[in-house]
Structure formats: C-alpha cells, structure tokens
C-alpha cells in the first residue's frame, strides 16, 4: 500500500517560531510537493522538488523554505511563523513516468498560528 | 497565464446523476485529471483524461473536449459516501506539474 506520510495531524504554534513539516514517501518518488489548502482557494502550491536537493518555487513560497536531502523525505520550514500561516498542508508525491502518473497525497496537517 | 474554473458547490439528490464542469485557460496541456477529497482527507486519484472523449470506472465518468478547453467529471447513482469535493487539474506542459482549479463541494440530499 502506497503512503505518504507527514509528521503531525494537528500543530499549534506561536507567532515567530521556526515550524518544521516533515513528509515521508516510500514509493521512491521522483517529484515531492508542498500545498496549502484554505477553503474557496483550492490547492496552492507553495514549492516542489524534483530530484534530491532540488527545489523549485511555487506559486506562494514567501515565508516558507524547503529541504531534501533525501529522496523519500521533502520537509517544509515556516521561518518565523504567522497568523497568516494558519492553514491545512498537504504535502504530495509524483513519480515521473508518464504524463498521466497520479499525484499521492498525505493526510495533511493542520497548523495552528497563535 | 493559466487557469482552471469549477463551480464552487453543487447539490444533488442521493440516486441521482450529476456532473461537475471545469474549464480551463491553458498554453497547452497533457491531459485533465479529477481528484476526491472527503472533509478532512487527503485528495484521492479518481481519473486522467489524456485523449478526448469519455472515460468511464464505474458510477463515474470523466470528458474531455479540448476544442472547447472543457471537461466534466459525470457521477452516476449519487451515494452519501460521495459528499465530497472535487477537484480538476492539469499538466502544465512547461514542467509537468498540476495545476488545480479550486474545488467543487458536492453536496448529496436524501
């Protein structure tokens, strides 16, 4: 069974501390994602990778950084977290086979900024 | 740019047939895909369409028509389990990656 996996369901954090999200994957994925999900936006993409050590922005990426030091794990940094920030994040993996290749999604956390 | 539109909600009577629309403003694409997502969970494949026409798994089906930049996603004999909502994206060509249009809520009554 396919998974991807990421650290937390439920975060509460406070205004200005350094958030780390973790997602792991264990399908040997090339290409890893990080979206955020607020209600009427849809998916928002905030930064992918494609290859170890590669990353590349999405469409929101101020305020966030990203790391992947290792093929099956893609972490997402809040740098100084804000109330703006509260949000659902999904995190996704993509093999690269084809252009038809489904995109498999993590159950999300749902960060809290107090 | 490029763009994907969906209504936001659409309610239907449990038994019955409905279909989800999505268009699209695209410099080109490979294909339309439909994704579920029940409250609280993860988005979950539900189809691809590459080529145009239909494309039938059971009590759903998904259309592409790429002369009028359009799809739908057509659910048969509506159940309460599929209370949920659904999303279109596509594959940019440019490097192939999903863009998402924002999400139908499928609202299902008895």
């Known amino acids: 069974d396919v998974k991807v996996t990421q650290s937390s369901r439920y975060l509460v954090k406070r205004t200005g501390e350094k958030v780390f999200l973790e997602c792991v994957q264990d399908?040997?994925?090339?290409?890893m994602f990080w979206y955020r999900q607020d209600p009427g936006l849809g998916l928002r993409l905030i930064y992918f990778?494609?290859?170890?050590?590669?990353?590349e922005k999405g469409d929101i990426p101020e305020g966030y950084s990203v790391s992947r030091e290792k093929k099956e794990r893609f972490s997402l940094i809040l740098e100084s977290a804000s109330t703006n920030q509260t949000s659902m994040y999904l995190c996704?993996?993509?093999?690269?086979?084809?252009?038809?290749?489904?995109?498999?999604f993590g159950q999300g956390t749902r960060l809290t900024v107090v | 740019g490029q763009s994907l539109e969906q209504p936001s909600e659409v309610t239907a009577v449990e038994g019955a047939i409905v279909q989800i629309n999505c268009t699209y403003q695209?410099?080109?694409?490979?294909?339309l895909s439909w994704y579920q997502q029940h409250d609280g969970g993860a988005p979950t494949f539900l189809s691809y369409?590459?080529l145009d026409g239909l494309e039938e798994t059971g009590r759903f089906s998904s259309f592409l028509s790429r002369s009028d930049s359009y799809g739908y996603l057509l659910l048969q004999e509506l159940q309460m389990k599929d209370s949920a909502s659904y999303f279109c994206?596509?594959?940019?060509?440019?490097?192939?990656?999903?863009?998402w249009g924002a999400g139908t809520k499928l609202i299902i009554k008895p």
């Open positions: 996704a993996s993509r093999g690269s086979t084809g252009v038809n290749t489904e995109a498999f």
């Open positions: 399908m040997d994925h090339e290409n």
């Open positions: 990778s494609y290859d170890v050590k590669m990353k």
């Open positions: 695209t410099s080109g694409f490979y294909g």
């Open positions: 369409n590459g």
């Open positions: 994206a596509v594959i940019s060509p440019s490097n192939y990656q999903l863009i």
